[in-house]
């Protein structure tokens, strides 16, 4: 496929397990040692987590990326990072709890180019297992505890910060959950929705980390912003990869997120901003596939759109420059990132460790 890095301005492609492998392998080794700590009848249960999590075996699985976050704030603050694992964990959990919930919701049957939970084992224990997820994230908070150098004030803090963000991602995924039923979607309120689904966990991770790191209040505002917008521009330019781009095989657009009618920046823009004729046209394409409030399409409904309106929505997005705009705003998210990083007070072997995730994050 063609690089969303190169569409919107991102240098040189960074291969997260290669850089990263030491801070990987003991997070997922955490992970693992939380998982391991349940025994008895029900572990099939904990088998299809790990399942969910690429755990159970060497295979595709997800990059980790905010625990990554959360790990490199700590560790540009205090120069070290075990401490701080368990924190790790936890965020990758909680962020895999909502995926579980998510691919339910959403009927996505394939992640990481395998089955999802619910497509194998069902939905019934599939949102049981996503259930469990939560609370597992939980749990290896808790074991900061045992770690030296921890206020308990600061790890109810950070508790608190943990519950919060869990509340924020439920109302995204409410906002684009409701979007599926609307034509009429404005992007404040698409910001909003990415605000709380994408960019409040990764604020969140790095908040973390430098919660656990220091005291000083303006320091950790400032890690908090730099993981939201850089949390705005990678949904972004995930929106622009969903639309855009060209499969390997065709050479054509794959546009995923256009055939799924997904409600993503440059069409809720062009539903705002192109002119009047193609506005009534874009109504027109994705009020055929709205879903009811039970989530659910009329039976005689096709909710994969037809190639010819895929086509037509593209030309639709390109003239209207939404894809211009969508480029532009997810370039703007990553300069106000980058530029925040670069003001944090750390050392700069340790900016350039975090400056390589956000081209990573963006390419990925």
């Excluded at 249960?45 to 959360?70: N, V």
């Excluded at 656990?212 to 505002?221: H, K, V």
């Excluded at 969508?326 to 990083?341: H, M, N, P, V």
């Amino acid at each position: 496929m063609t690089s969303v890095a190169r569409q919107v301005g991102y240098a040189v492609p960074v291969d997260i397990r290669a850089e990263f492998s030491e801070l990987l392998a003991d997070i997922e080794a955490e992970m693992q040692s939380v998982l391991a700590e349940r025994d008895g009848h029900t572990r099939p249960l904990y088998e299809m987590l790990a399942y969910h999590l690429g755990l159970d075996a060497d295979r595709a699985r997800g990059k980790r990326i905010r625990p990554l976050l959360g790990l490199l704030a700590y560790q540009s603050l205090s120069g070290k990072y075990r401490e701080a694992l368990p924190g790790a964990a936890a965020v990758e959990l909680g962020h895999n709890f909502s995926l579980v919930h998510d691919d339910i919701e959403d009927g996505d049957r394939e992640r990481h180019h395998r089955p999802t939970l619910w497509a194998v084992w069902g939905i019934p224990l599939a949102i049981n297992a996503g259930d469990a997820m939560f609370a597992l994230s939980r749990l290896a908070l808790y074991r900061l505890m045992d770690a030296e150098g921890f206020e308990e004030r600061k790890l109810l803090d950070l508790m608190r910060i943990y519950d919060e963000t869990c509340l924020a991602l439920t109302e995204g995924q409410y906002l684009d959950i409701t979007f599926e039923q609307r034509v009429d979607v404005s992007v404040d309120e698409y910001m909003e929705m990415i605000g709380k689904k994408t960019a409040a966990l990764l604020a969140a991770a790095v908040q973390a980390g430098a919660l656990l790191a220091t005291g000083d209040q303006g320091t950790i505002e400032a890690y908090r912003q730099f993981g939201y917008d850089l949390g705005l521009a990678f949904q972004m330019a995930d929106d622009v990869k969903g639309t855009f781009w060209e499969s390997e095989d065709s050479g054509k657009p794959s546009a995923g997120d256009v055939r799924r009618r997904k409600k993503t920046l440059p069409l809720v823009w062009a539903l705002q901003n192109a002119a009047p004729a193609d506005v009534d046209r874009l109504r027109d394409i994705y009020r055929t596939g709205l879903r009811a409030t039970d989530g659910l399409p009329a039976p005689d409904v096709e909710t994969v759109m037809a190639p010819d309106e895929v086509d037509e929505v593209l030309a639709i997005l390109d003239r209207s420059g939404a894809r211009a705009h969508a480029e532009g705003e997810a370039r703007r998210y990553r300069d106000r990132a980058l530029a925040e990083l670069a003001a944090l007070p750390i050392p700069d072997e340790r900016r350039i460790e975090l400056e390589d995730l956000v081209q990573a994050i963006i390419r990925a």
